[in-house]
């Protein structure tokens, strides 16, 4: 079977999507969730097992404490509180962890050690799985069971003062907060301060049950200066100072007959040795716990602190303030929290405990009743029942007593056994979707690859032997052996697999298509192989690479070996910049040796040798010999034309390179610089208003003139008008101001201007699109498909500068010029092949992605965008507005290379095919590497904060460029299709 | 007469190569607190003055330089003033494409400017010494195939190996093992200063085992 080059490439595309998507389903462990929708009530509470009696009671257990404070330290490393310089640092907490009557602990934070997860960590008792970040994008607010909402339920009055994460997490839950916000990271005493401020009005009063303190400044300081500036010790005595305040207000306020308070002075995680956090290393891990508490047993020297999990914090609070352990919670209770209750309690809270956790186990895990954790609680429960019978008929010997501490052990261990199961299925991979999903992408590689000549060739057409491939007997007998491979691998799992839970038409369909693909491989392979010689002597002769080539193919290649290292993932961005510029710089060579060597017939040449930057000593000779040359009279007007080329195309890499270097500082992203101050943050500050205005407007000024050249005269004004629109919404959602406008912000959010913009972006497709189809379906009019082609270019520049913000418009405009210089005065002008285009215009894809202010990062995607326009949240087109903005560099840029491409055809006629092959080449060729390299690095230390959202990022990405090659197809489609 | 020729410009290598390694030892038994990584501009400057001093110096013994129409003073000096312009346009060429790559353009302005001059020393100056401040030759031998002596294919050879130095010397930079040498700009002068010596090793024997294929046009 014949098949266009295009149509191969996006067929294979769309194929590894499904693939990488089995993988991505394998890869991203299930997060461990109750099954029930609803959340955890005092009602559903299990009674107090028992046998054969009914006194046992249903009653939910009294709580232990009545008043909780909080105090959570950002970034408050283990090592500050219990380490050596602890004394010095918080003496007071020191002496207090010492000798008075209090608990430590040190609790382990799970990655990624960001805040806002670990504060879902904390309330909830789940461990966030990445997918959930990922889900909840949307909903700011926290909808899980969680502790926070129990205690408002339960009529607890809470009070919030500190990070404004809490405040988004759960609105309405607080009866009184002030929120500070985390975003100046160069502040760290007035975020404190604002906090402290409150704290002596509020701890005078009397109407609150649960006070919380979020303190941001020092994980401010680590950011700024690290672990071990000088600013951190005065932040530390400054946390140990509000620590002695609450400490004292508290005792005072103890009165006989209440219950005691408890005071918990905790970090949500730690932070590395340069100060910054997120990843899994120890220092960012440990966090201190201390819990202090008349209610607890009077310490006598220092203690090595236990190690708890972080989210053990959240059962031990719902237990002592007597409420529901929030339905998702995997922690278990801290025994020590309970030493000082009666037996009684004690069984009765740890029974709680289990019996929460064993539900948990019934929804997540199916095998739940193999489960040893699961066994020893009911076990447990069976003695508690018998102890509570012998309790309950007043039999007080000490027999009773050591079977009540053996049931207590008895649970320990069940809780124990049963968090433990729990935390596992979370780190579980499902190798088998995994490597199914593996095995899809790297046959449709390696077709992709083998199909290369004949891709790459004049006819453009590959043949693709499916019929022989589907009618030969080891595409049946591979069908066999892989579905009863399929069955021995479900029946003997003991762990739940997705790929085996899919239906039986499906997986059968996977099986036939992997076999037939598999097939399609041999058969193309041993005709590559009887070919090879004859296509390698036919080749060798003129097969030169030029030092282009050679930067291209080796940056590409080396970008994918990059990848294996996490650094490299972080500070993707500086890989594709420093790429760009040595790009530019071969480019700049290519220039100079063209117009060199005309000018001396071609007798010396000019140009550099084979790296990148010597060729600029031809140019600093360039200009006398032109000096020289232009005293020729002869063809004056001729000339002179040629002449401002030569100067323009001479000049287009070094504008291009500084360009870049522009556009490169007006985002600083990445991981390690990320803190440093970029030009983005200059210009939003509140001072620049002007300059922005005036940047942003020249901006959109230069977009038009760039954009309209080749657009009819409607689309022409509807573009002008809705570059105004985007102006105007800006200026309502208070990012510029109009000249005249001098009364402050105004107060709508810029739905008028957006919707109205959104008419001209649909407007200007749809001329577009109708462009397109009359030249496709009716008239074989090459200016009017590529004035079709343009013009829904242009539609999605008017859209993405609506979505971009405005500091961020320059990039847009500065992709725009590069496009149409580099168009007119190199590639037209040196002859480069569609797959030198193809390659260039995807490296500057991938640099533009992160001048926008992407990273490797989920916390960078700009989730506001998803709401232009619109009044309140809705899924689909949020989704897609965010997915468009996120990834407007590589799109356009591919959106370019088809317009590019489609009006070059000219010259050769299959250079559209050439494109989009070499387009799904250059991607699959990484994701595949990527994945393979996931699956080695599954146990490295930052799979979670560093490799998995690149491999998001990357899927994501696959899946666009997929749509872009579908189109590519249909338009050179119609382009064969009128040709014959 | 190969022979003698190649046997020359390995001695010389051997002189540069030997240089390198003194500029970098001698201060370090001399100074007191002397060391790559710490005093790192220092160590920039003692290579790039130690290297130009025996570049010129070599060549200048040797008289490799091509020899001059006029023995006036006047010319003489001519040729020293565009020599010295061009060393400084250079340097600020390599600082502007440093710049260009992603070098911090105020903070330390200083430091990429030592980078500059460092790579003039190694690249600039050396064809500076035998091409003379002559822009036509200059093209002739980074062009293709434009050597006309194993000079010209020794300079093209360590220019291009220095320059990939400098190149490669940036890619640990993102790194994040805290190590000494990932601070701007260490590893890229350490890369060519690397690339120097290994372009110094690697001409003479390239040319060694290539010499029935070279062939030069007499001038």
């Avoid at chain 1, 895990?365 to 609680?377: M, T």
């Avoid at chain 1, 369909?509 to 097939?519: G, H, M, P, T, Y």
């Avoid at chain 1, 140019?619 to 004056?636: A, V």
């Amino acid at each position: 079977m014949k098949v266009r080059s295009s149509v191969f490439a996006s067929f294979i595309l769309i194929f590894e999507v499904f693939g990488i998507a089995l993988f991505l389903r394998g890869f991203f462990p299930v997060p461990v969730k109750s099954s029930l929708p609803s959340k955890s009530k005092l009602s559903d509470m299990p009674t107090e097992p028992s046998t054969g009696v009914s006194h046992n009671s249903s009653e939910p257990p009294q709580p232990i404490f009545n008043k909780v404070v909080i105090m959570l330290v950002d970034a408050l490393r283990e090592d500050f509180v219990f380490g050596p310089n602890g004394p010095t640092h918080m003496p007071y907490t020191r002496q207090l962890v010492e000798r008075a009557s209090t608990h430590s602990f040190i609790a382990k934070a799970r990655a990624p050690t960001v805040t806002m997860p670990r504060i879902k960590a904390i309330t909830t008792g789940s461990i966030p799985g990445f997918i959930d970040v990922i889900m909840n994008l949307n909903s700011p607010a926290l909808l899980e069971d969680n502790l926070i909402w129990q205690a408002k339920t339960a009529g607890k009055r809470m009070v919030f003062y500190g990070d404004d994460t809490w405040v988004r997490l759960f609105p309405k839950h607080f009866m009184e907060y002030d929120g500070t916000t985390s975003f100046f990271v160069s502040d760290y005493t007035e975020v404190d301060n604002n906090v402290t401020r409150h704290l002596d009005s509020t701890l005078k009063r009397d109407d609150w049950d649960i006070l919380i303190l979020h303190y941001l400044g020092l994980d401010h300081i680590g950011h700024i200066s690290g672990p071990h500036s000088s600013l951190v010790p005065p932040k530390l005595l400054e946390m140990d100072d509000v620590l002695k305040r609450i400490h004292g207000s508290l005792i005072l306020k103890e009165a006989e007959g209440s219950l005691p308070y408890l005071l918990v002075l905790c970090g949500d995680h730690g932070m590395s040795e340069t100060g910054s956090h997120g990843g899994s290393s120890e220092a960012e891990v440990n966090t201190p716990l201390v819990l202090i508490s008349p209610a607890f047993k009077r310490k006598v020297g220092m203690e090595k602190p236990g190690t708890v999990e972080q989210v053990d914090l959240s059962p031990t609070l719902a237990l002592g303030l007597g409420l529901p352990i929030p339905q998702n919670s995997v922690g278990r209770v801290i025994p020590a929290v309970l030493e000082e209750t009666s037996l009684r309690d004690q069984l009765r809270f740890l029974h709680l405990n289990g019996h929460q956790l064993s539900c948990l186990l019934k929804d997540s895990i199916p095998a739940y009743e193999k489960d040893a954790g699961f066994e020893q609680f009911r076990v447990a429960e069976k003695s508690h029942g018998n102890w509570m019978k012998l309790y309950m008929e007043g039999n007080t010997s000490e027999v009773l007593t050591n079977m009540g501490k053996k049931v207590l052990k008895q649970y320990m261990e069940a809780l124990a056994a049963m968090s433990a199961a729990l935390s596992k299925q979370l780190g579980k991979y499902d190798m088998y979707s995994m490597t199914a999903g593996m095995v899809f992408v790297f046959q449709l590689l390696l077709v992709l690859l083998l199909a290369m000549p004949e891709a790459l060739s004049g006819a453009a057409e590959v043949d693709v032997p499916v019929l022989s491939a589907l009618l030969s007997l080891p595409f049946y007998l591979l069908c066999l052996l892989l579905a009863s491979a399929h069955v021995l691998v479900c029946t003997s799992a003991e762990s739940s697999c997705y790929f085996c839970s899919l239906s039986w038409g499906l997986v059968f369909a996977a099986v036939a298509f992997s076999s037939a693909l598999f097939c399609i491989l041999v058969s193309m392979a041993t005709r590559r192989l009887s070919q090879g010689p004859k296509m390698i002597l036919g080749k060798g002769g003129e097969w030169s690479l030029s030092e282009l080539d050679v930067v291209l193919l080796v940056g590409s290649a080396g970008h994918t070996v990059s990848l294996a290292a996490s650094s490299f993932v972080e500070e993707e961005h500086q890989t594709w910049y420093f790429l760009l510029s040595t790009l530019c710089l071969a480019v700049f060579q290519d220039v100079c040796r063209k117009y060199f060597r005309e000018e001396r017939g071609g007798g010396g040449g000019g140009g550099g040798s084979g790296d990148d930057e010597d060729h600029l000593l031809p140019t600093k000779g360039c200009h006398p010999s032109r000096g020289s040359s232009s005293s020729d009279h002869s063809h004056t007007a001729l000339r002179a034309g040629i002449f401002s080329e030569r100067w323009l195309a001479l000049a287009t890499p070094p504008f291009t390179l500084t360009c870049c270097r522009i556009l490169r500082s007006l985002n600083q992203t990445g991981v390690q610089w990320a803190h440093v101050p970029d030009m983005g943050h200059w210009l939003n500050s509140s001072e620049h208003g002007v300059v922005l205005s005036l940047v942003a407007a020249f901006s959109l000024v230069l977009i038009y003139f760039l954009v309209q050249r080749r657009c009819s005269w409607v689309s022409k004004v509807a573009l002008a008008l809705g570059l105004l629109g985007v102006y105007s919404y800006r200026a309502a959602v208070g990012n510029v101001s109009f000249p005249w406008q001098h009364a402050g912000p105004s107060t709508s959010k810029g739905t008028v201007e957006a919707r109205f913009v959104y008419i001209f972006v649909l407007g200007i497709l749809f001329t577009g699109s109708k462009d397109l189809l009359r030249s496709q379906i009716l008239t074989v009019d090459a200016r009017l498909k590529s004035r079709g082609l343009w013009e829904i270019y242009s539609g999605l520049v008017l859209l993405v500068s609506l979505l971009f913000r405005a500091h961020n418009l320059p990039v847009l405009c500065g992709g725009l010029l590069i496009q149409s210089l580099m168009a007119q005065f190199i590639w037209k002008k040196l002859h480069y092949d569609a797959a030198q285009i193809t390659i260039m215009h995807y490296w500057f894809g991938q640099a533009f992605f992160f001048f926008q202010g992407n990273s490797n990062n989920i916390a960078t995607v700009d989730i506001s965008v998803g709401f232009v326009g619109l009044e309140s949240y809705v899924e689909a087109p949020a989704i897609f507005l965010t997915a468009l903005s996120t990834y407007a560099g590589p799109l356009l840029w591919a959106c370019h290379l088809v317009c590019y491409l489609s009006s070059e055809r000219h010259r050769s006629p299959v250079m559209m095919a050439h494109g989009c092959y070499c387009l799904a080449l250059l991607r699959s060729v990484p994701v595949a590497a990527y994945i393979l390299l996931i699956t080695a690095l599954r146990y490295h230390l930052f799979i979670w904060s560093v490799f998995s959202p690149k491999l998001l990022y990357e899927a994501m990405h696959i899946l666009l460029t997929a749509g872009v090659c579908l189109f590519f197809s249909t338009v050179e489609q119609g382009h064969s299709s009128g040709k014959s | 007469m190969w022979d003698q020729e190649i046997r020359a410009m390995a001695s010389t290598h051997a002189i540069l190569a030997s240089t390198v390694f003194v500029a970098t030892v001698a201060p370090k038994v001399l100074l007191r607190g002397f060391s790559v990584y710490g005093t790192h501009l220092l160590w920039m400057y003692c290579m790039a003055g130690a290297v130009g001093v025996v570049n010129v110096s070599v060549f200048w013994l040797l008289g490799i330089s091509p020899p001059t129409k006029k023995h006036t003073v006047g010319y003489k000096l001519s040729r020293l003033v565009r020599s010295c312009l061009y060393l400084f346009l250079s340097c600020l060429f390599f600082h502007t494409v440093v710049v260009l790559y992603g070098a911090p353009l105020i903070e330390s302005a200083v430091e990429t400017f030592s980078l500059a001059v460092l790579l003039t020393s190694l690249t600039t100056l050396r064809c500076l010494c035998v091409l003379g401040p002559n822009v036509q030759a200059w093209i002739r031998v980074f062009s293709r195939h434009g050597a006309m002596s194993v000079w010209d294919t020794s300079l093209q050879i360590t220019t291009g190996t220095t320059v990939i130095g400098a190149w490669l010397g940036a890619f640990p930079i993102p790194l994040d093992w805290d190590r000494p040498w990932q601070v701007w700009p260490v590893s890229c002068s350490m890369g060519s200063v690397i690339g120097f010596v290994s372009g110094l090793v690697a001409a003479p024997t390239w040319i060694h085992y290539h010499r029935k294929q070279l062939t030069y046009k007499c001038k």
